[in-house]
């Protein structure tokens, strides 16, 4: 083996920095082909009905404006087929009816960007329009909820000897990156080609492939650089279907890009929950049973599911758990996946319960989930891989100064300042699929790796070249990762924390197979000074090969290759994925704790420090995992404070649809933060031995700032985002 290398655990700069930094890196809008023209979307000004007229005729006039396209003379699409993925389901213009307030109802097509988006303003729409529901709090769910029991929950709350009935609502909040979602199209014949934002090169072939009815090998998508995304580029949208399409009716490349505006409309959201539950709990603490019922948004014409019930089921021991899921169909367009969904909403009511709990039975917080530690998962009766969460507890509370707390709210000042102090648990699902990736040793001695993965800030290519590097015994500068390309071997969905032990194991299996190919040539070769020695006892380090016992027996691998005559050697890497019957339940972990300074005459909260402590397993690179706990945290801060989604309920407009009215955490907003990560592996998880961490590092923020805010101040806020009128 060649794990002597030191580039795994290393904290090592990004390998694109530079690129990125100095704008030589290509995000989807930055690629022109020749001829490209530009496309702006007219959105409907109406919530719900239907499209009774549209006059595009002065908009048509405007020299350069190339095509006017909507549901009067697009083509029809063809039925999409089943299979992977499901599909865009709104698709674009092929009927009169209105879904949501900012639906795309036409599209203009013209040589400039300034002509079109001129020529979106000069085309006349004219609606018949039906009573919007846009309200989660008054409009009534659909169908039948999602149920989870085990025990009778019910029952043994009406006789629990401490009970808590609390209801806790969190806002809708928009993802926000920096780079807006866009495409550019190109058809030559009918092979297409898209330059697109996305985290799932995969699943945007086969979007593509099913809504124009062309075998998926026909077409391309090339996505190197994703400027953030949250989860907001985990699908293909309506957006980039319109823009192939106008590709194909005006014969020329394509190109679309959503304004800030329309983001808010086009590329989903994380969903406002309303989520009650009930607690019960014996005199000493320990959880007897809860209930928990959730109420969420969703559109009229899709179904988006979170597993916003499942810490609720498992982070802590409760014998009696009944759980229910309703979906409240309304006239908005489909939420979707932002970072940490589901978890982060549902561990923000359960944490919060736990801390109103240790209150109430006046119990320290962490003491109080120490004594509900589960042995196992309860939910599915199997053993956890790891579980390290009582390490968080103890490296957090001596990192953080735990023991300086006290307990009794509004006890702690600084002037006119309320402070606070606060924690939380949090927990992550560790997802694993499956991936390729493929290996090439050229005979100058440096590699390629590539996977059709993406990168939209994590460190992909960073940490894949440290995998990469350590398994083949080269330098990180010998090793060169290229992703984002659907040429590339297929890859999962860059979302849900699953890259790194996915792509990760199937980059660390083919470089393994490489480099057991070399060594047995090497020991099959007469003119090899390994000719004949034990192939279990070759390493390699600094691309020479050599005998474990003997370091002055060896060769490099540039003179192994030229000696055979090979310009390259080459091997493809496949990781299966998780086990359909896994014999452990896997997750990530988390305890944060934060201190906040609430203004006692105005109400506004600030907050002074943060530290996470994390249990993820392995860390590639520590520099790249800071990065994204302190972002995380930055983030948290955001749902715990700041972002919330203001509509008209009139009409389902979105009033603060812009970064000036929906506010997002600036550096002034950034405390002191650190992040600690618990040694540790899970080869169980899978063969590299690490766990999701980029969405569990924001999981639990939020609860422990509320916390932290109630130690403050003796109000319980049981509403996301916490606003100063909640706390006068």
Same mark, same amino acid.
């Given at each position: ?114 002509? *079109? ?16 529901? &846009? ?63 996305? !985290? ?36 293909? $949208? ?69 597993? @916003? ?51 109430? #039975? ?39 100064? $735990? ?94 924390? !699953? ?14 197979? #490489? ?14 000074? #390994? ?26 691998? !540039? ?18 994925? %998780? ?10 972990? %988390? *305890? ?35 990065? !994204?706990?302190?972002?995380?945290? &930055? ?63 924001? @999981? ?8 932290? @805010? ?19």
């Amino acid at each position: 083996m060649s794990r002597t290398q030191a580039a795994v655990g290393a904290a090592v700069p990004r390998v694109d920095a530079r690129l990125r930094v100095t704008g030589r890196a290509k995000y989807a809008a930055d690629n022109s082909p020749d001829g490209v023209v530009h496309a702006v979307i007219v959105d409907s000004s109406v919530g719900r009905g239907r499209i009774t007229g549209i006059d595009a005729r002065a908009a048509e006039a405007q020299t350069g404006v190339l095509k006017v396209i909507s549901h009067l003379n697009a083509p029809k699409l063809p039925p999409i087929g089943g299979g992977f993925p499901p599909g865009q389901r709104l698709r674009p213009f092929q009927d009169d009816r209105i879904r949501f307030f900012g639906q795309p109802v036409a599209v203009v097509v013209a040589t400039t960007l300034e002509i *079109a988006q001129h020529a979106t303003s000069l085309v006349e729409v004219s609606y018949d329009t039906e009573p919007v529901s &846009t309200d989660l709090s008054v409009a009534d769910p659909a169908g039948e909820p999602e149920t989870y029991a085990r025990g009778d929950a019910d029952r043994v709350l009406d006789s629990a000897p401490v009970r808590l009935d609390l209801t806790f609502r969190t806002a809708r909040n928009h993802h926000n990156p920096i780079e807006p979602a866009g495409i550019v199209a190109r058809w030559d014949g009918d092979q297409l080609t898209v330059w697109e934002k996305t !985290q799932f090169v995969r699943g945007a072939v086969f979007t593509l492939s099913g809504e124009f009815g062309i075998p998926p090998n026909r077409v391309r998508v090339i996505s190197p650089f994703v400027g953030g995304a949250f989860g907001s580029a985990a699908r293909t $949208w309506v957006h980039s279907v319109i823009a192939a399409l106008a590709a194909r009716e005006v014969k020329r490349p394509v190109k679309l890009v959503l304004t800030r505006r329309q983001l808010y409309f086009g590329v989903g959201y994380r969903p406002a929950y309303e989520y009650v539950l009930r607690l019960g709990s014996d005199r000493q603490g320990r959880l007897t049973a809860s209930a928990h019922d959730a109420r969420t948004e969703a559109s009229r014409y899709e179904t988006h599911h979170e597993e @916003v019930l499942d810490p609720g089921r498992m982070l802590y021991s409760t014998p009696n758990v009944r759980q229910a899921y309703r979906h409240v169909r309304l006239d908005v367009s489909t939420p979707w996946f932002m970072r940490g969904p589901g978890y982060s909403n549902g561990t923000y009511c359960v944490e919060s319960a736990m801390d109103e709990l240790a209150h109430e #039975l006046g119990l320290d917080p962490i003491e109080l989930r120490l004594r509900n530690e589960p042995a196992g998962d309860e939910s599915t009766g199997l053993p956890f891989s790891t579980r390290r969460l009582r390490d968080c507890y103890r490296a957090g509370a001596r990192e953080f100064g $735990w023991h300086r707390r006290n307990p009794k709210p509004r006890s702690m000042r600084d002037g006119d300042w309320l402070i606070g102090m606060g924690m939380a648990a949090g927990v992550y699902d560790t997802q694993r699929s499956e991936a390729q990736a493929s290996v090439r040793l050229d005979a100058g001695g440096t590699a390629v790796v590539q996977s059709s993965t993406s990168d939209m800030g994590p460190g992909t290519a960073t940490s894949m070249t440290q995998v990469a590097a350590d398994a083949l015994g080269l330098t990180m500068r010998q090793v060169t990762f290229r992703l984002g390309d659907s040429l590339m071997p297929p890859a999962p969905v860059h979302a849900g924390s !699953q890259t790194m032990a996915s792509v990760g194991s199937a980059v660390q299996d083919g470089c393994d197979k #490489l480099r057991k190919q070399t060594i047995t040539l090497a020991v099959n070769d007469e003119g090899s000074p #390994l000719y004949g020695a034990d192939a279990a006892d070759i390493l390699v380090r600094g691309g020479r090969l050599y005998v474990k016992d003997d370091p002055t027996r060896g060769e490099t691998y !540039q003179r192994l290759l030229a000696r055979n005559d090979r310009t390259h050697v080459e091997a493809l890497g496949s990781y299966a994925g %998780a086990s359909e019957t896994e014999k452990f339940s896997f997750y990530a972990y %988390a *305890a944060t704790f934060a201190e906040v300074a609430v203004d006692a005459r105005l109400g506004l909260v600030r907050v002074r420090r943060m530290v996470g402590v994390y249990d993820a397993a392995r860390i590639i690179n520590p520099r790249l995992a800071d990065s !994204q706990a302190i972002g995380a945290m &930055t983030g948290g801060i955001g749902q715990a404070l700041l972002e919330h989604t203001v509509t008209d309920h009139r009409d389902g407009r979105i009033v603060n649809a812009n970064l000036a009215d929906y506010l997002v955490p600036t550096h002034a907003d950034m405390p002191e933060m650190k992040a600690i990560f618990i040694d540790g592996e899970d080869f169980e998880a899978d063969p590299i031995g690490v766990k999701g961490l980029g969405e569990i590092v924001i @999981v639990g923020v939020a609860p422990a700032i509320a916390n932290a @805010v109630f130690n403050a101040t003796g109000r319980r806020v049981r509403e996301l985002p916490i606003k100063p009128e909640a706390l006068l």
